[in-house]
């Protein structure tokens, strides 16, 4: 079946520290993928995506390359700050038919230190 | 901008009690999908409904049941409620199901006691 699989947490890191969240999924045929964030107490808010092979998705200083061949999405940012504390969800999607619904990975706490 | 708005945002409800979750999409989003998150798990999804059918089913319980209406707000209705049932649930809309992404609500707090 369809699934993801992303590093596990909390990450703690520093302020101005480079971040990387490893994310990798298993689906057949070839899905659009998502990095959702969601803050504390709020509602998940889109990040970031790519629908196809090589896409790059970029969004306030995160991005992540969509790569087919080792069917990875990895989330980058180059100088995380306090502000991006926070859980990030990696996620797949199928559109078309009856499909359309996302499949997130177990999330990945962020924790940056000033 | 308008976005997906829950109501109610918190609810308490007693075991084996009913509860109703609504959901308004942002204008001209004909598909709503609903998600449940249990404490420091991942969203799963339940169910979605395309203009006023439903288009997928999830992980729904047969205890609840969901319909979108012609104004294209969806309701979800939970009966018998169980402690486990406690979790955020999320509303999300999208204007087709085709390559878009969906937009999420809040969520309402559910709390089973």
């Known amino acids: 079946g369809n699934s993801v699989t992303q590093m596990e947490g909390p990450v703690t890191l520093s302020e101005e520290a480079f971040l990387t969240i490893n994310c990798t999924y298993t689906a057949t045929g070839y899905p659009s993928l998502f990095w959702y964030v969601q803050y504390p107490g709020e509602g998940l808010q889109l990040l970031l995506k790519?629908?196809?092979?090589?896409d790059k998705g970029s969004n306030k200083g995160f991005e992540a390359t969509y790569r087919k061949e080792t069917t990875s999405f990895h989330l980058e940012k180059g100088s995380v700050q306090v502000s991006d504390s926070a859980v990030y969800f990696c996620?797949?999607?199928?559109?078309?038919?009856?499909?359309?619904?996302?499949?997130f990975g177990k999330g990945t706490k962020l924790s940056v230190k000033p | 901008a308008a976005g997906v708005i829950q109501s109610p945002r918190h609810l308490i409800k007693e075991k084996r009690e009913t509860a109703t979750l609504k959901c308004y999409p942002i204008?001209?989003?004909?598909?709503v999908y609903w998600y449940q998150q249990g404490p420091g798990q991942d969203p799963q999804f339940l169910i979605s409904?395309?203009?006023?059918?439903?288009?997928d089913k999830g992980s729904i319980p047969d205890r609840f049941s969901a319909q979108q209406f012609s104004d294209y707000h969806s309701e979800l209705n939970m009966s018998s409620l169980e402690l486990g049932d406690s979790a955020l649930y999320f509303c999300a809309s999208s204007p087709a199901v085709v390559y878009n992404e969906q937009f999420f609500g809040p969520g309402t707090r559910l709390t089973v006691l």
């Open positions: 204008p001209r989003h004909d598909t």
């Open positions: 409904f395309y203009e006023k059918m439903q288009s």
């Open positions: 790519a629908t196809k092979a090589d």
């Open positions: 996620a797949l999607c199928y559109y078309g038919g009856s499909q359309g619904n996302l499949i």
